[in-house]
């Protein structure tokens, strides 16, 4: 089983941006679809973006299209999601997860999962 650690997160003002990774170790993930999920206090743990094994597809939620871009360096097991224009809703503990090796995005698909990283915005 991977280990999956999340970064770089913190408190921002709104329109602020921030970048975090996830670095994996105990496993090479390069064929494995990532995703990155948020949870937001009180409320249900949500889907964010989600990347294929080669960075060729990617997929996000609307809340976010145009504002967040994944990726991800297979030669360095670590995965990023760039947040910019960030709104006080975007507030939430964002998990980096691990997937399957097809190309699914379903919440059901992505079995290992960090431990979080909190990202409050301001307004």
């Known amino acids: 089983q991977e280990l999956l650690v999340e970064s770089g997160g913190g408190l921002v003002q709104t329109g602020g941006s921030l970048r975090l990774s996830c670095a994996a170790s105990?496993?090479?993930?390069?064929?494995?679809?990532m995703g990155w999920f948020r949870q937001a206090p009180g409320k249900e743990r949500e889907f964010v973006a989600a990347i294929n094994w080669s960075g060729s597809a990617t997929y996000y939620a609307d809340s976010v299209k145009g504002r967040f871009t994944i990726s991800r360096d297979n030669a360095k097991n670590t995965k990023f999601l760039q947040m910019n224009s960030l709104r006080p809703e975007d507030t939430a503990v964002y998990y980096c997860?691990?997937?399957?090796?097809?190309?699914?995005?379903?919440?059901?698909?992505?079995?290992?999962w960090g431990q979080g990283t909190q990202v409050t915005v301001s307004s």
């Open positions: 105990g496993r090479a993930l390069s064929r494995y679809t």
């Open positions: 997860a691990r997937g399957s090796m097809a190309w699914r995005t379903d919440l059901t698909d992505f079995t290992s």
